[in-house]
């Protein structure tokens, strides 16, 4: 360990060790066996900024196993066996700005999965299996959420009709590469600051239907793929 960098990657470990220092900064857990995550499992890590659980076996994450790791900003949870965000999964992670749940099988996100995540600015949700554009709900209403990246994923429709937001959200960037839309419509006003959407691979070029009425719903926008 050096530089209160812990790197345990690729040791075939079918548990979270119960013996890292409390005062490291980032634990590497990458390519182990890791199944579950438990309440106690991060009990002295207060300290802990980036902590990487990317391609393990991770199926299971009790309620509250994240609650002591209040300086954490970054959490790499991608290519795992995850199927439903529960309520209070993320419960204790108030200071993290980027969560990566990429290449899991997340069909589900409960309304309360993101509540404790204020300070969140980038989720990525790449290659699971969410249907429909409401399930995106609890992370458009972050109050501080900048992108949301959901390429590779099965919607058929982007619609905003679908979205009953109760404000404005503060997206940036969408990220919709390859993703399997046949419409994409904006008829309200939530995404007032929306910089960047990228469709490329999505059908924009074979048959995408397009619907934003009113352009000043996108305002915002610098570019859109196909655009000089």
């Not at 530089?3 to 060790?17: A, E, F, H, Q, T």
């Not at 992108?147 to 099965?154: A, C, E, M, V, Y």
């Not at 008829?187 to 929306?194: A, E, G, R, S």
């Amino acid at each position: 360990m050096a530089d209160g960098v812990l790197d345990c990657s690729n040791r075939k470990l079918v548990s979270i060790p119960d013996d890292i220092p409390s005062h490291v900064s980032s634990v590497n857990l990458f390519g182990n066996l890791i199944e579950q995550i438990n309440r106690g499992s991060f009990g002295n890590l207060s300290k802990l900024n980036i902590l990487f659980l990317s391609s393990n076996q991770i199926n299971y994450v009790e309620d509250g196993s994240f609650i002591h790791l209040c300086a954490l900003t970054q959490l790499y949870m991608d290519s795992n066996k995850l199927t439903d965000l529960t309520g209070k999964l993320f419960q204790g992670l108030s200071n993290l700005t980027m969560l990566d749940l990429s290449e899991n099988s997340i069909q589900f996100i409960h309304t309360s999965a993101f509540q404790f995540l204020s300070s969140l600015q980038t989720v990525r949700l790449d290659s699971n299996n969410l249907q429909q554009v409401s399930d995106l709900l609890p992370i458009l209403q972050l109050p501080n959420i900048q992108k949301l990246s959901i390429r590779h994923t099965p919607f058929s429709s982007f619609e905003t009709k679908d979205l009953p937001l109760n404000v404005s959200s503060s997206l940036k960037v969408l990220d919709l590469y390859n993703s399997k839309l046949e419409k994409f419509s904006i008829t309200t006003d939530i995404f007032p600051y929306l910089e960047i959407i990228n469709f490329t691979g999505s059908g924009m070029d074979s048959g995408l239907k397009w619907d934003v009425p009113d352009k000043t719903l996108l305002r915002n926008i610098t570019q859109l793929p196909g655009e000089p």
